[in-house]
């Protein structure tokens, strides 16, 4: 099962280091039933479009969370895809979430298929897509625009052998 998982710069550089994503439990998104539901037109391809793109709004989340920790990662989305066996995969389809599962292990770094991360055009925006998160959440309108405008941007595909690239400074 492809599974995609939410993740920062440096969260990404501490799993290479560490030689998995973890610990577990993790959560990350799929095809799930609920998201073939609700998306019925859908084909595979397109559904997983569409739980790349909830992971990439939990990375928005991460990235906001560091930065109320008082750590400054660079304010690009990233998203790791991987294969898992679906039994490791829990759905916890949430309303706004409907791809959302979580993992009962971590996920070694061979199980990982691709990386998914923000171009540098798409810095401004995400930046202030993470500036505009509180407003938005208590349903200030304009700062929910702000936020969709981060997912105006295209994440970048790269493969395994090019995230050492990725993270060098």
Not at 75 to 102: D, K, N, Y
Not at 131 to 151: I, N
Request: aromatic share 4%.
């Amino acid at each position: 099962m492809r599974v995609y998982l939410p993740c920062t710069l440096p969260a990404l550089a501490a799993a290479v280091e560490a030689g998995e994503l973890g610990p577990a439990p993790l959560t990350g998104y799929a095809v799930t039933p609920a998201l073939i539901e609700w998306y019925a037109s859908g084909d595979t391809e397109e559904l997983e479009y569409v739980a790349l793109t909830e992971a990439a709004r939990a990375s928005l989340r991460m990235l906001a969370a560091d930065r109320a920790d008082g750590l400054s990662p660079a304010p690009r989305r990233v998203v790791v895809a991987a294969e898992v066996p679906e039994r490791s995969a829990t759905a916890r389809a949430e309303l706004e979430e409907r791809g959302r599962v979580h993992l009962s292990a971590p996920i070694p770094m061979a199980k990982v298929a691709a990386v998914h991360i923000d171009d540098e055009e798409a810095v401004p925006d995400v930046e202030a897509a993470i500036a505009a998160l509180p407003a938005s959440d208590a349903g200030d309108d304009d700062a929910r625009f702000t936020v969709d405008g981060a997912e105006a941007h295209e994440l970048m595909w790269y493969a395994t052998q090019e995230i050492p690239d990725l993270l060098r400074p």
